[in-house]
């Protein structure tokens, strides 16, 4: 059974930084890829970054590009979200999420298991 587990979320002021992660579990990460997404009140589950290829292969849309970075631990089998630079727009859940097979998708529709979800909420 594939399982996903969030956890690193809370508050931060803005201008702060937050460490999440995904551990994950019956699933190599040879065999596919990990998303990272948000979903703020009334929003849409929107994608921000990705990684595959055991952590060579990494991608982040412009919304978090030069202030997020992701990365995996292989042996721990768990992949990680540095933000920095955290904005009031970046409050939201975040969830992790599986793209099992080869390539990225960016789209939620594309992603074949979820976490639960952390919360994210940033002080002005």
């Known amino acids: 059974e594939v399982q996903l587990v969030e956890s690193g979320g809370g508050l931060v002021q803005a201008g702060g930084s937050l460490r999440l992660s995904c551990a994950v579990s019956g699933f190599a990460f040879d065999d596919g890829a990990i998303g990272w997404f948000r979903q703020a009140p009334g929003k849409e589950r929107e994608g921000i970054s990705f990684?595959?290829?055991?952590?060579?292969?990494?991608y982040y849309t412009d919304t978090v590009k030069g202030r997020f970075t992701i990365s995996s631990d292989n042996a721990r089998n768990t992949v990680y979200l540095q933000m920095n630079s955290l904005k009031p727009d970046d409050a939201a859940v975040y969830y992790c999420?599986?793209?099992?097979?080869?390539?990225?998708?960016?789209?939620?529709?594309?992603?074949?298991?979820w976490g639960q979800g952390t919360q994210v909420t940033i002080s002005s």
């Open positions: 999420a599986i793209r099992v097979g080869l390539g990225f998708g960016i789209k939620a529709d594309e992603y074949d298991y």
């Open positions: 990684i595959s290829d055991r952590g060579h292969a990494v």
